[in-house]
C-alpha cells in the first residue's frame, strides 16, 4: 500500500467535485494566495450534498479567506521572532521547534503558518541549514525535548527521518523526541513499518502528536495507520484546533476526545484559533470557546479533557485560555499572562504588526 498523490489545484478540486462550477473562480484567487492540497483518502470522506460538511470547510478552498481583519497577522504565535538559526524555534528556555520542512499532505484552511508552508513557502532546509539547526540544539544542554513540526515531518522519507533521529541521538541531554503531525489520519498508507521504525532514536523517547479536528477523519485505514504507531511502543497525544462550523459543538467535541481515547491518544491541546489572515470565519469568541469547553466537564471522562490553549499573538507562548491567566477587559477584549508574568491584550491592540 502507498501513498496517493495529493489534489493540489483547483482544477482537481472541481473534478473531484469539491468546488462548484460557480465558485471557481473564487478558489482559484484563494489558491492565488494560499497553497491547497486535499489527500484522496480525505476527499473521499466528503458529503458533496452537504454545503457544510465539516471535513470540507478544513480543507476546501472558501472565498472568506481573501477577507483579512486588522489584528490578523502574517506570523501570528511570533515563529520568527523567536528563530535564532533557520529551521530552529526557541521560544521556551527546554525545548525547541525543528522545522526540517514546510511542505503537507493537506493544507489546512485556517493554518496558524499559512504564509510560511507550501511549495512558495519557506521549504526544505539545506544540508548545511539542517547541520547548523543541530549544532543549535547540540550546543545547548538547557534543550530538553526537540519538537519536529513544519510543514508535517511525516512528508519526509523514512531515510531522511533516520537520518534526523540518529543525529540526535547522539545528544545526551535531548530526552523527547515530538513529531506534529497529520498524516495518520489523511495519508496512512504513508505509515507502514518503515516510517514507524524511522521514528525511534536510540535512548529517547518519542511521542507523536495526531492533528485531527472531527471525528469522521478517525476512518478504519487512519485507525490501523495509528495503531501500527502505538503497538511500536510510540506514545501517541493529540491536537486540535476549536473550529467554527467544524468541532464547536459539545457533543462533537465530546465525541472526537473519546475517539482519540478509544484510539490509545491522549488528548492533550485544544488550541483556540490563531490570528492568521482570512481565518477569521473560523474563530470563536474566546468566551465562547471557554463556555463549550466547560460543557464537557463531567459529561466526559477525566480522560477525555483536553487542555484549552491561546497561543498569545507576538510570540509570549501559550497559556490556559480557561485560566485565571486570561481575563476578560473592556469591549469584549482579555488581558492575557504569559509565563514570564507580562499581560498582553487579546486581540492585540497592535493589530497586524
Keep these: ?70 489584528e490578523e497577522r ?21 525545548r525547541v521547534l525543528l522545522k526540517a520542512v514546510h511542505v503537507c499532505p493537506v ?28 549544532a543549535y540544539i547540540a550546543e545547548r544542554p538547557e534543550i530538553w525535548e526537540v519538537i519536529l513540526t513544519g510543514g508535517d515531518p511525516l512528508v519526509l522519507s523514512p531515510r531522511r527521518l533516520t537520518a534526523i533521529m540518529e543525529r540526535l541521538a547522539t545528544i545526551p541531554h535531548v530526552k523527547i523526541v515530538r513529531f506534529h503531525t497529520r498524516v ?31 471525528p469522521r477523519e478517525f476512518t478504519t485505514e487512519a485507525r490501523a495507520a495509528i495503531a501500527r504507531i502505538v503497538d511500536a511502543g510510540l506514545v501517541m497525544i493529540s491536537q486540535t484546533v476549536l473550529l467554527k462550523g467544524v468541532n464547536d459543538d459539545a457533543g462533537v467535541l465530546a465525541e472526537l476526545m473519546r475517539t482519540f481515547v478509544e484510539n490509545r491518544i491522549k488528548p492533550y491541546y485544544l488550541h483556540h484559533p490563531d490570528l492568521a489572515p482570512g481565518t ?24 477525555c479533557q483536553p487542555t484549552y490553549i491561546l ?20 469591549d469584549g477584549c482579555f488581558r492575557v499572562r504569559d509565563f514570564r508574568g507580562e499581560t498582553h491584550l487579546y486581540p492585540p491592540e497592535d493589530g497586524g504588526a
Design 1 to 70: 500500500m502507498t501513498a496517493a498523490r495529493s489534489l493540489t489545484t483547483v482544477a482537481e478540486f472541481f473534478e473531484a467535485g469539491l468546488v462548484a462550477e460557480e465558485k471557481r473562480a473564487e478558489a482559484r484567487a484563494v489558491a492565488e494566495r494560499y497553497t491547497v492540497a486535499i489527500t484522496p483518502s480525505l476527499a473521499a470522506l466528503i458529503d458533496r450534498d452537504d454545503p457544510l460538511d465539516p471535513i470540507a470547510r478544513q480543507f476546501v478552498p472558501d472565498a472568506a479567506e481573501l477577507v483579512t481583519l486588522p
Design 74 to 94: 502574517a506570523d501570528p504565535i511570533g515563529d520568527l521572532a523567536h528563530s535564532p538559526v533557520e529551521g530552529i524555534v526557541h521560544r521556551y528556555p527546554d
Design 107 to 134: 493544507y489546512c484552511r485556517f493554518c496558524f503558518r499559512r504564509e510560511m508552508v507550501g511549495p512558495e513557502g519557506l521549504g526544505t532546509l539545506s544540508p548545511a541549514a539542517l547541520d547548523a539547526a543541530i
Design 184 to 214: 495518520p489520519a489523511v495519508d496512512p498508507a504513508r505509515v507502514d513499518a518503515a516510517l514507524v521504525a524511522a521514528l525511534k532514536a536510540s535512548g529517547k523517547t518519542t511521542y507523536v502528536a495526531l492533528h485531527a479536528n472531527h
Design 280 to 303: 477569521s470565519h473560523f474563530r470563536l469568541t474566546l468566551a465562547e470557546g471557554r463556555a463549550l469547553v466547560e460543557s464537557l466537564r463531567g459529561h466526559v471522562s477525566g480522560l
Design 311 to 330: 497561543d498569545i499573538p507576538g510570540g509570549h507562548g501559550k497559556v490556559r485560555a480557561d485560566s485565571r491567566a486570561v481575563e476578560e477587559a473592556d
